[in-house]
Each structure stands twice: as structure tokens, then as C-alpha cells.
DNA sequence: GTGAAAGCGCTAACAA
DNA sequence: TTGTTAGCGCTTTCAC
């Protein structure tokens, strides 16, 4: 397993085949020359004919560009994190530009993550920070020697990007959505309290039940962990009462699918009983039964509106708040009217 | 957000405020020095104080070694390569080796990231071939110029590492534990029949059937898909009849998910009724109601034997075939003896 | 538009 | 053990 035998073909070897300087070829390929006359084209089939690559490690020596990305999730486990990875792997055009990975739960790991990713020169850096993790001032240290993207969490600094979900819209679209079906009595399973999403979402949670004057109690609606067994444990305290909601909205896919279990266990149908919605439209979500309506978050645009801000030649940072699409499965079943 | 302001400080500064030579500070610093002397102190003092970190282009550049390895997955979101990218990324000492990460599913897509990777002077590459995916002629082509490790997949080559899971294991500890539990009669939901893995188990499922004496018929055992609507379907099939399994082992978590929610609407009861043994212990296996007994891949040795055929400076490939673990939950109950 | 040549920061060969 | 120096492969002046 030794190996690097044979030395791969140089650019050398190309301006030498194609009987021009290297200078030209370097110019050809990386098209910072106009024309496609007959140099362009015998330089082109050069490098074909050699299997010609360049060598990243010397352009990125001379030009401190070196051609890739950073990307700093909590864990690949994650459903977020790792549907996003696809997506933004799926993006980047892999001839032209590398994904390195680092992981880290926690402040101190994903830290160390980014400086490492740092002293490799990357061109840009996408960092999805853990739950409760503020990164700012490790971020804005760097802020200005390369482009940096954060993805969601809660913004504290002008001196990044920041691209997140419009938590407002996700609720607005989740609690039209239950009215339209009919729903009257909705209650909220709520994510940490500490998280600033948790806060938002909460607050336009209560701002919808007002606005389309629906019941809901205060007990009805509590902060928790996004778990299986906190969704299970809250449902049957909260369903096992007389007065009980029609409809369940919870900040996780775990959360539901716990209460989806509970409320099995309690005889109460899903939907015809109680309609629920989840959040992150994890691959669980269209493989429980019934299927589970949930908030989908915009993989595609979170992913194209962040390499757009690393490409971007202007050092503005941007704020981008894209909303979300709701995903209407069974769990809050067909029109009621 | 153009930035790269200040050029960060190289090994010159650190050499010239150590007051020796760069070639000194490349040896103190990389290691290739045995004393740790005053001079090697000085060294590393004026790194710290620079905060000096090597230009790994210039390293790699010259070294022809890159200090990174590549990872090809078919997908983040699926719990085996996930599971495996997070206890890599961990396994990996980030202050000197990055991984390099590319996602393709089918053949084409993951051959692009091999060479994409290739082109990249990866120092070593593993790779997690897609479903029905054979690189053997990809990952041969370079087997001479790189150490690459296969994960699981049927191995045809004996030019590159593999490191997999020993299916016949699996299965044996599956079934004693099934038999150490009471049952009697045993089901096999398998994977797909062109898979080597899934043939391989199937033969062993049989094997230990007649080993110990259990029943089991042809029409309780069946190749399909790996997902929650499979393991509905058949479950719905097979347990409404009267001649039905007290056990069941499904080729894959999800399958085994879809199989409880069967038999929770037969008014079957886990573990009671039926005992039930997933697939790869995906996150969701400690999380269903009962959490499932599933089978545990070696994840930490997998990667450790992985990053250790990639270290080796032997060019000989190694065949390493792992033995996985019985995670014990409630969905195969307690001792019934 | 093209070629010659300098030099990015580092490691390794060689000299002392 | 240390320092001096060549040169890895490329991009980018600079001169033509």
C-alpha cells in the first residue's frame, strides 16, 4: 500500500506535448484566456491525452486559492445536518471544488473544527452550530479572512452571513394549515427555551392562536426535548385528560412520533382525533403510520444562498431568512370542509 | 467578505524570532527531531507566539504528502454511513489529518468522488460503495498509487483493503439469543437478493434454524426491500395467519419498525407475542416503543482498523471481517428461563 | 497573445 | 545536530 509510484503528468508535460509554454496552459485551463482557437484546443487535448490534473497543493501555494469548502455540522446523525450535507455535496461542482468535513457537538469541538479547517485555507466555511452553541466570537476572529456562513442559530454578529429558516412563516404555514382542517384546539410541544428559534417559534405560535381565535391553555404548550419518549410522556399526561386538543404541533419529528405511539395507546386516532404536525421533515417523517405532515426545511436554497455568499466578491455579509414548505401527509389528514 | 488581509506568518518568521533556521523549525515542529532542548523549546515558543500553523499546500506540495484521507459514502442520511462518518471525523486527530468527504449513490456518482479525491493527493481513501454498487475496477485502477479500504460490499479484488462486518456472526448471535429467549419459531425478512451480505446472512439464518432445531417455512422467509413499508406488508401477511413466528429478524431497523406497527394493529404484543430483531441500530432502534434489540455494526473498529490499513506502511491489502455486537432492548424481552 | 522567469512555503538532500 | 539550498508545480508579473 506504499505507493505513489509513477509521478502523475505535470503541466510540464502538457505545454511540452502541446508545443507551447506552460504559462499558456495554465492560462487555457483555467480559462483566463479568451479565445478557443488552435493553442486552446491542442492544449485541451494535451491534457486529456496525459490525464492531466492540476495539482491543487502548488496552485493553491501560489494562488491561495485552494479549491474547497469547509463544512462544520454537530453530528452526521442528525437529520438537519445530514440532509444538508447531501444537498451541499450535490452542489458543489466536484471537479472544481472539495467539501472538508469537520464535526463537533459543542463549542470546544466545533472550535477546534474550524480552526483546523482554517489553517487548511479554505476558501469559505458553512458552519451549522450545535443546540446552545454560540460561535460568534471564534467566528467573528475569522470573519475577515475568509467568507464565513452561518446556518441557523441565533445571529449575534453583523460580521458573517447568516442563512435561516423564517421560523415566523414555518408557523404561519402550520397553524393555516390546521385551521383549514378544521382544527380548533391546538397544543404546542415547544423545543428548549434557551434556544433562540424556540423563542421565536413560541412566541408566533401564541401570536396564530389569537389571531385565528383558537383554545389553547397554557399547560397545553411547554418546552421540552426533542425526544421520542418527551413527545410519549406528554401526550399521555396532556391526551389523557377530558380536555384535550384536536391538533398537536410539535418542534421535532421525534416529538410527534412519541405522541403518535401515545396517542395509539390511548385509542385516539390520528388524524380523525387529533391531527399532528412535526418539524424537520426527517426521513422518519414519511415512513411512520400514519405519515407525518411536517415543516420542511429548504435544503436546495439554504445550500445555493450559501455558496452564492462564499462566491460573492463583496465583503458584505447578508442575512437570509428563506421560509420553509410544509409537507401535508396523513397526520393531519384530508380537508375537513 | 474578499478578506485574506493579512498573509499569515510562516515558517520564516517563526525561524527568525526563534533565531535558528526554517529548516530547524520544520524538523522540531513535524517531529523529525528526538531532543526537546532549549532550541526545540525556542522553536515552538515562537510558533505559539506567531500562532504559526503550517501552509499544508507548501507541506504537500513538496512532501507529496497531504495529511488528509478521503471519505466516499452513498449517502448522510442513511444511519450506517452517517454513523461511520461521525466516529471517523472523531476517530481522526483534526490537528493533523482532514477528511475529505464525497457523497454519490450510484456507481457513476461515486466514481467522480474517487477521482475527484485522487486528484486531490488524498493520503488514503474509504470507501462505503452504494447499495448493488461494484468499484472494483474504480478503486483497482489506483490501488497501486494509494491506500484504499472498502467497507462491507462484496469484496472482489485482492488489490485494496476491506474492512466488513461478519454477516455469518451476526446471525449467529441473533439466533442464540432468540433461543436463549424461548422462541421457537423464527421469520426472516432479508434484504435484497443480489446483495452478497443479504445472501450470506440467508444461508446463515438457515443454518441456525437446523442447528437448533427451530421451525421455520419457506414463505416466512423473503428478500426485499429495506423499508418500513416492507416490513408492514408482510407482517400484515404473515402474522394474520395462524400457523405465525414467534420471532422475527429483519434484514434492516426500518423493516423491523414497520413489522411493530403490524403488529400492534393485529393486536399482537412485542416481545410477548412476537420477538423482534432489527438491522444496524440506526438511532431509531433505541427510541421505538418497545426500543428494538438490533444489531450493533463495530463502528470504532471498523475505523480504527481502517485508519490502520491507511497508516501501514506495508503495501500488503488485509481482508479484516469484524464481529458486531447485540444491542439488547425490549423488543426480544427478558429471560424467559 | 505569448513566453521567460520569479517565487508561493515548505521539506529533503547535502554540506558543514 | 544544524544550516544552506534546490526545487516540488503552479500562477502571475513582466517583457516582448
Redesign the pocket.
Known amino acids: 500500500m506504499a505507493g505513489k509510484n509513477e509521478?502523475s503528468s505535470?503541466?510540464?508535460n502538457v505545454a511540452a506535448l502541446a508545443n507551447?509554454?506552460?504559462?499558456?496552459v495554465?492560462?487555457v485551463?483555467?480559462g483566463?484566456?479568451?479565445?478557443n482557437?488552435d493553442?486552446a484546443r491542442r492544449v485541451r487535448a494535451a491534457a486529456e491525452q496525459l490525464n492531466?490534473s492540476?495539482?491543487y497543493a502548488?496552485?493553491s501555494?501560489?494562488?491561495d486559492v485552494t479549491n474547497s469548502i469547509g463544512l462544520v455540522i454537530p453530528s452526521a446523525t442528525e437529520s438537519f445536518s445530514a440532509q444538508l450535507l447531501d444537498e451541499l455535496e450535490y452542489a458543489i461542482d466536484a471537479d472544481a471544488q472539495q467539501l472538508l468535513i469537520g464535526i463537533g457537538a459543542d463549542r470546544s469541538a466545533q472550535t477546534d473544527r474550524i480552526e483546523s479547517l482554517l489553517s487548511r485555507h479554505v476558501d469559505g466555511l458553512i458552519v451549522v452550530p450545535g443546540t446552545e452553541t454560540d460561535l460568534t466570537e471564534t467566528l467573528d476572529r475569522h470573519a475577515d479572512s475568509l467568507p464565513i456562513v452561518q446556518i441557523g442559530g441565533h445571529q449575534q454578529s453583523f460580521k458573517t452571513s447568516m442563512v435561516s429558516i423564517d421560523e415566523s412563516a414555518s408557523m404561519e404555514l402550520i397553524m393555516r394549515h390546521l385551521v383549514e382542517r378544521g382544527s380548533h384546539a391546538v397544543a404546542y410541544m415547544a423545543g428548549k427555551e434557551v434556544s433562540f428559534e424556540s423563542a421565536e417559534l413560541f412566541t408566533m405560535f401564541h401570536t396564530q392562536v389569537r389571531s385565528y381565535r383558537l383554545v389553547s391553555h397554557t399547560d397545553w404548550n411547554q418546552f421540552g426535548e426533542r425526544t421520542v419518549q418527551r413527545g410519549y410522556d406528554c401526550s399521555m399526561r396532556l391526551f389523557s385528560k377530558d380536555n384535550r386538543p384536536d391538533a398537536l404541533v410539535c418542534a421535532d419529528d421525534a416529538v410527534a412520533f412519541g405522541a403518535m405511539v401515545a396517542l395509539h395507546t390511548l385509542g385516539l386516532r390520528v388524524p380523525e382525533d387529533v391531527r399532528i404536525v412535526g418539524f424537520d421533515d426527517s426521513p422518519l417523517a414519511a415512513t411512520t403510520m400514519p405519515t407525518l405532515t411536517s415543516v420542511h426545511p429548504p435544503f436546495e436554497q439554504i445550500v445555493s444562498e450559501s455558496l452564492r455568499l462564499i462566491a460573492s466578491e463583496t465583503g458584505m455579509p447578508a442575512h437570509i431568512s428563506l421560509p420553509p414548505q410544509l409537507m401535508i401527509r396523513e397526520s393531519t389528514g384530508y380537508a375537513k370542509v
Do not use: E, P
Open positions: 509521478r505535470s503541466i510540464t507551447v509554454s506552460i504559462a499558456t495554465s492560462r485551463l483555467s483566463k484566456r479568451g479565445k482557437d493553442i492531466y492540476v495539482n502548488a496552485s501555494l501560489r494562488s
